[in-house]
């Protein structure tokens, strides 16, 4: 007897939309789930030869549904629909480390090769690339249990195995966290009386906004095992100051801050604070990175003032805690260096989506990135560790609660 393939793929296709509604409300997704939505998600003009049968609109029609929801589009937004002999090539795999939504920890052995090849991981001696590969693990499974959450609706976002994923949360706290305090020098340049903000209290400002979307898209920068942070963040304040005031890029050096600023209280790679990074800033002016290029390592402080790009004028630090001005000032004035508590793991692997864990609290200031937007429910930022970390290189951390302490030291640089 003749076997009507249309029929038996309608029936197949009607109870695997079935799986998957059980699948979206609950939040252990398994590897058979995982296999389902491969298989669905597959374009059928590569994939219908090869299943011997033919398909109507109502597979379209079920894909469509299912990626206008957020959360399973998350899920199916690691398969690529041109790929459907359901083999784990290298592309499949290449695809999970840097985009895919990890649900599971059981994945196969490849994953990790192709991690360390992806990162471009090198270990000096088998015992540190196994004790690499168990904190890899430990991480694989708390990423796979938080993404898990996210797609039942209880994480508002997810979480990936990025290049600090064999890294333990100490190595991660103590080599790049190093936003610290410094003895607090006279700067004439920094004004108490925030004159600019002042200057545009009455002004209306936007309901959102996103200096990206006016042009303000500056190099994706990494600062590697180098405690640099307040170097980036003050360069590209000022950066953005330039660029809203002139139009052009003049990308400035983070490396000249971490060389020079010592005698302002700054320590290299050992960290630094970014009013000291300002003073230094506000007197002896930054040159142009392509003269003065970012090494990841304190280096002999070496310029011309000759050569010197752009010089703060004044500069401002919010009041802490207040985030309806920091929403004014960052719509009035231009983007700003920010402080945050990076410390949770939490952040350490943030892959996407509004950042709220409850554990960032606001009292830790020990990282500083660049305040670029909002939006009434969650603040854009631009940190320094490439575009593979977060959202392309950016974060979105949720407004209202000071989460990470994004609204302690919101800080404002003029030219």
């Known amino acids: 007897m003749a076997v009507d393939h249309t029929h038996l793929f309608i029936m197949q296709l009607l109870l695997l939309i079935t799986h998957l509604y059980f699948v979206a409300s ?19 003009t590569r994939c219908v030869p090869r299943l011997g049968m033919n398909v109507d609109s109502l597979a379209e029609k079920t894909l469509k549904a299912m ?15 041109s790929d459907c002999d359901g083999e784990a090539s290298a592309d499949y795999v290449r695809r999970h480390v840097l985009d895919g939504l990890l649900t599971t920890d059981d994945v196969p052995e490849t994953h990790w090769n192709e991690y360390k090849s992806i990162y471009n991981k090198k270990y000096v001696s088998q015992t540190h690339e196994e004790a690499a590969l168990s904190v890899w693990k430990n991480n694989l ?3 796979a249990e938080h993404n898990q959450l996210y797609l039942s609706g209880k994480r508002s976002y997810t979480l990936h195995l990025n290049m600090f994923g064999d890294w333990p949360i100490m190595s991660y706290v103590e080599d790049l966290l190093k936003l610290i305090w410094t003895i607090p020098l006279y700067d004439p340049a920094r ?20 200096w990206r979307d006016r042009g303000y898209k500056p190099r994706l920068e990494e600062q590697y095992h180098c405690g640099a942070c307040y170097a980036f963040a003050i360069t590209h304040a000022l950066q953005a100051q330039v660029y809203k005031h002139h139009g052009d890029w003049r990308e400035l050096s983070p490396q000249q801050i971490v060389d020079c ?26 040159i142009r990175e392509s003269y003065y290029p970012y090494r990841g390592k304190r280096g002999h402080c070496h310029y011309r003032s000759a050569e010197v790009s752009a010089r703060p004028r004044r500069w401002a630090t919010l009041p802490a805690g207040d ?12 983007p700003m260096a920010v402080a945050v508590n990076a410390e949770p793991f939490t952040f350490q692997l943030y892959r996407s989506g509004i950042y709220d864990d409850p554990f960032c609290v606001p009292w830790k200031m020990n990282h500083a990135m660049l305040l670029v937007g909002y939006t009434p429910e969650y603040w854009v930022l631009l940190n320094w560790w490439g575009r593979h970390w977060g959202e392309g290189g950016y974060m979105r951390i949720r407004r209202g ?7 302690n030291m919101a800080t404002y640089v003029e030219l």
Do not use: W
């Open 141 to 143: 499974r708390k990423v």
């Open 191 to 210: 004004d108490p009386h925030r004159t600019a903000y002042k200057r545009n209290l009455h002004q209306k400002i936007p309901r959102e906004m996103d």
């Open 323 to 334: 985030e309806r001005a920091i929403e004014r000032a960052l719509a009035t004035i231009g």
């Open 26 to 44: 609950n939040p252990y997704i398994n590897e058979t789930a995982h296999k389902l939505k491969y298989i669905l998600s597959c374009r059928h």
């Open 401 to 407: 609660h000071n989460v990470c302490g994004v609204a």
């Open 67 to 81: 990626r206008n929801t957020d959360r399973l589009s998350e899920y199916l937004s690691v398969f690529n629909v």
């Open 261 to 286: 600023s010592l005698p302002d209280g700054n320590q290299g790679c050992n960290g630094g604070s970014l009013e000291a990074a300002l003073r230094y800033a506000s007197r002896a002016g930054l």
